[in-house]
Nanobody, 121 residues
């Protein structure tokens, strides 16, 4: 499985961005897909995940971020609204061969390259 993330950029506080992740996988619909992020000097942290039927969000993004998927086109999206400077990070999409919306980084076997999101105050 190969993943490619895109959609990052430089925005101001309160703006929106939509990140996209395209996957090359024959059984994409069976994969859980997540977004993680990593700020400079910090650990890579969970942001959101989606399975066939469920979603899971990190508390700080609940109500602002929405993860969705398009199984026809092997796409996962992260709509990010009301962005804050603390959302600044490199965002990675990752996939796991599981039906659960796990937050555990080690359970995600497949990773895409990151896309930079910078939110200025």
């Amino acid at each position: 499985v190969q993943l490619q993330a895109s959609g990052g950029g430089l925005v101001q506080t309160g703006d929106s961005l939509r990140l996209s992740c395209v996957a090359s996988a024959r059984t994409f619909s069976a994969l859980a897909v997540a977004w993680f992020r990593q700020a400079p000097g910090q650990e890579r942290e969970f942001v959101a995940a989606i399975s066939r039927s469920f979603t899971n969000y990190e508390d700080s993004v609940k109500g602002r971020f929405t993860i969705s998927r398009d199984n026809t086109n092997n796409m996962v999206y992260l709509q990010m609204n009301n962005l804050k400077p603390e959302d600044t990070a490199v965002y990675y999409c990752a996939a796991a061969q599981t039906l659960s919306v796990t937050r555990t980084r080690s359970q995600y076997r497949y990773w895409g390259q990151g896309t930079q999101v910078t939110v200025s105050s």
